[in-house]
């Protein structure tokens, strides 16, 4: 299966909103990255919200760093198609 970069935004924009919703119903405020998922288990009382919101941080975590991966080959290709001397193989 092959995502465009635009599809792999897009996902991560819809996660973000899903997530955003969570984030504001259960008043979820970890004061750093490390203390997300030790704060949305304390403050997460229905069951399947929390498992949701784990599947949310995890499909963010895959697409965000597919989308960079992407991204940084994108980036190395306009390089090499600006600077073609500098295409040494």
Known sequence: MNITF??????????????????RQYGLDAESPF???????N???NEQDYIRFLELSLEGRIYGEY?????????????????????IH
């Open 6 to 23: 635009a599809q792999a935004q897009q996902k991560l924009e819809e996660i973000t909103a899903e997530m955003l919703v969570l984030i």
């Open 35 to 41: 203390d997300v998922i030790r704060v949305a288990r």
């Open 67 to 87: 989308a960079e991966a992407l991204q940084k080959q994108m980036d190395q290709q306009a390089a090499e198609v600006s600077d073609p001397t500098n295409n």
């Open 43 to 45: 403050k997460i009382g």
